[in-house]
């Protein structure tokens, strides 16, 4: 659910395998009763919307991936598209051949803050400045976010934070 007083701005969506999408706000201003389709995956895909975040012109995005690679770039790389529309390509995912697991996006981050908060699975968090991550165009590969290890596990999130904020994480117990 996001709350929105004027129709102006667009809404940026990303998934599991690295698609990204900009739509303007102004499709969804007059909703119907059966609702309105605001992506279209294509029939069979095993794709799934992991963000949508409300994004004004001239702000960042960063996409996260699980085995520790984070890309930034602007969000107006990413041309308007409509509701029909798929998406682009927002990183690249690389792909493990040896244990055949394959690497996807968990997180989408608009950037207005000073730093990023990446959360892993084992519990560990790294704290990072939003320059350390190189800008760079979409559709690349990314740069390391954090080392994945046996330590501290796959990457399950990252939050955007300031150096005045409370965080609060817990476990699935």
């Given at each position: ?59 960042e ?49 608009i ?16 704290r990072?400045?939003v ?10 590969k990314g740069?390391?976010?954090?080392k ?26």
């Amino acid at each position: 659910v996001i709350s929105v007083k004027n129709f102006e701005d667009s809404l940026f969506m990303a998934t599991k395998k690295g698609r990204v999408k900009r739509i303007s706000l102004k499709h969804f201003s007059k909703p119907r009763a059966s609702g309105i389709k605001a992506i279209n995956f294509p029939a069979g895909e095993s794709d799934l919307l992991i963000g949508v975040e409300v994004v004004k012109k001239g702000q960042e995005v960063l996409l996260a991936t699980k085995k520790g690679k984070a890309i930034r770039f602007n969000a107006e790389d990413v041309r308007e598209m409509g509701r029909a529309s798929y998406g682009v390509t927002g990183i690249k995912l690389n792909k493990d051949t040896l244990k055949g697991t394959s690497d996807e996006v968990v997180s989408l981050e608009i950037l207005d803050t000073e730093a990023i908060l990446t959360i892993t699975k084992k519990g560990y968090g790294k704290r990072s400045r939003v320059e350390d991550y190189r800008k760079t165009s979409r559709a690349g590969k990314g740069v390391i976010n954090l080392k994945i290890t046996d330590k501290t596990g796959e990457i399950v999130t990252t939050a955007s934070v300031n150096d005045k904020d409370s965080i609060i994480i817990t476990t699935a117990k």
